[in-house]
């Protein structure tokens, strides 16, 4: 018989914080680590599976994966040896920001699209937030030193941006669900604060760890310095030592398994003194050259994005395009994307969606037999907003937008049809419409949560019906006219349905439902529900029984 241990149950109140070993089974404490080692043991599984199917062929690499859509420009390192990395091992990567501005811009999205699939893909995703490195300032590029910022505004900024980054990820896994990648429980992701380390640091040990590392020379002669110091502000010791903070960064996350920095184009310089300083420090145990090679650290730059015209892409006559809606909102970040260039659109699409890309060439294709449609931007547009935002507000986005321009009802069947995970389309049975009051039609459309609040909304004025104007009331034929529901009987409905069995209905100025309506029986040969559609069914099986 075994004699007592003690074990810590978190389940327990402060004063009872401790259960012997004979009650470990009864209490079910031992449950949760077995689900974990046996949890783990399937995602290892698993990855051998993918990891097999990938050595066959027939499965793509994450690496050519991400070549093929457009993401990598340079890579620090050996390329088949990043592949094979990839294929073989779940690792870590990393990119970093700022806190420079309370928001994430446009301009941001694309390195971390990198972290997205690599995510999905099932390796840990670091989103590190520069709390300590922004006290400096990225110098790469810049011939003016970043004014500096007071204290206040910074710790502001952190918070800000931290939440911004946190409801990214959110929407990022939403939106990949969406595209066919349901969320795994290996996957692993954390968004990190390098003050935390950086914070502590000594510098005797900064000095000592990293200073040895960094030769002189190749410190001047890289571009940023030159440049800076023969036709900028010059450069503060600050500013020239931020490439050593960042490597320091990255030390720190390597030794939890992070092996893969991802940057901007103008960020390789900065990575690799990452990779030197992370090669110095480790410990090099005599094992064979390609398992140093598997256990070393890549580096992977995202090319710098411009518009066919050479403008930077993110930005709007000159300011940045925020993804924090407060900042930009989803109309005015949807607007901006619909108005993209068509030598531009299908890049975008690669980069800034996970559509798949044969799904891509098909929209082209539609897109270029009529660029007057603007097929494709639109598409770009709806899915950025979903990607950033979520699918309801992509769907109320696109309405605005459709609304804007003064559509017809074919023009909104066509949306409707070309919109994936549609919102504003949906079937309804004839018996929930035929007869019945606007107000009901509301519910059973799912524009009003009862019957009641129906009613509340159609005698307000706040609910609204579409109809076609005829050639002489309009400029554009059979353009829609919304009218309020307030006074609209059911037989004027009926009446409108003889010529169309498409309603528009409408409440409050974007938030639309085309409802088309159907025999009972084709509803229910669809296998389709709808609010109020089983209490009908109940009530007319127990009448006619």
């Keep these: 018989m075994r004699g007592p241990t003690f074990w810590r149950s978190r389940s327990l109140q402060p004063l009872k914080p401790y259960v012997c070993g004979d009650c470990v089974s009864r209490l079910g404490l031992r449950r949760s680590s077995q689900n974990a080692v046996a949890g783990s043991n399937d995602a290892a599984k698993s990855w051998d599976e993918q990891a097999q199917k990938t050595r066959a062929g027939d499965r793509k690499s994450l690496l050519t994966i991400l070549e093929e859509r457009g993401y990598v420009k340079d890579l620090a390192g050996d390329r088949n040896a990043l592949d094979k990395l990839l294929t073989d091992k779940r690792i870590g990567a990393y990119s970093g920001i700022d806190p420079t501005a309370p928001s994430l811009h446009l301009g941001h999205l694309l390195p971390m699209m990198v972290l997205f699939w690599m995510y999905i893909h099932g390796h840990k995703a670091v989103s590190i937030i520069g709390g300590a490195t922004a006290k400096i300032g990225d110098p790469t590029g810049r011939l003016i030193s970043r004014q500096e910022m007071d204290r206040n505004t910074r710790s502001s900024n952190l918070v800000s941006l931290h939440n911004c980054v946190r409801g990214m990820w959110k929407s990022v896994e939403r939106y990949a669900e969406r595209h066919g990648y349901p969320k795994d429980k290996a996957w692993s992701k954390s968004i990190q604060n390098n003050s935390v380390w950086l914070g502590k640091l000594n510098i005797i040990d900064f000095l000592s760890d990293a200073g040895t590392v960094a030769r002189m020379g190749a410190m001047l002669g890289r571009d940023t310095v030159k440049n800076k110091m023969a036709q900028g502000d010059g ?311």
């Design 235 to 545: 450069m503060s010791y600050a500013e020239f030592t931020y490439p050593l903070l960042q490597a320091y960064d990255w030390w720190h996350l390597y030794q939890s398994g992070v092996q893969v920095q991802i940057g901007g184009s103008d960020q390789y310089g900065n990575i690799v003194a990452g990779i030197d300083l992370i090669k110095h420090l480790t410990p090099r145990p005599s094992t064979s050259p390609e398992t140093k090679q598997l256990s070393g650290p890549f580096g992977l730059t995202v090319p710098l994005l411009t518009t066919a015209a050479g403008a930077k892409f993110g930005k709007s006559a000159g300011n940045a395009i925020w993804l924090d809606k407060t900042m930009t909102s989803p109309f005015e970040l949807y607007g901006f994307l619909v108005r993209s260039a068509d030598a531009d659109v299908e890049r975008y699409l690669k980069l800034f969606t996970f559509l798949p890309l044969e799904h891509i060439a098909a929209v082209m294709a539609e897109h270029e037999a009529d660029p007057s449609q603007r097929k494709a931007q639109h598409l770009l547009a709806r899915e950025v907003v979903d990607l950033v935002h979520g699918t309801e507000e992509a769907q109320n986005t696109q309405n605005q937008h459709t609304f804007s321009r003064r559509p017809n009802l074919q023009s909104l069947q066509a949306e409707a049809e070309n919109s994936k995970d549609c919102l504003n389309r949906l079937y309804l049975p004839q018996s929930l419409v035929q007869g019945k009051q606007p107000a009901r039609i509301l519910y059973h459309a799912g524009l009003a949560k009862s019957n009641s609040d129906g009613t509340r909304m159609v005698n307000s004025g706040g609910a609204y019906i579409g109809s076609q104007t005829s050639e002489q009331e309009a400029a554009t034929e059979g353009e829609l006219k919304f009218r309020s529901l307030k006074g609209v009987t059911s037989s004027v409905i009926t009446e409108m349905m003889e010529k169309s069995n498409v309603l528009v209905l409408r409440t409050g100025k974007w938030n639309v439902k085309l409802v088309e309506v159907i025999s009972d029986a084709e509803f229910e040969q669809k296998g389709l529900s709808a609010p109020g559609w089983e209490e009908f069914k109940e009530a007319r099986d127990a009448s006619s029984s």
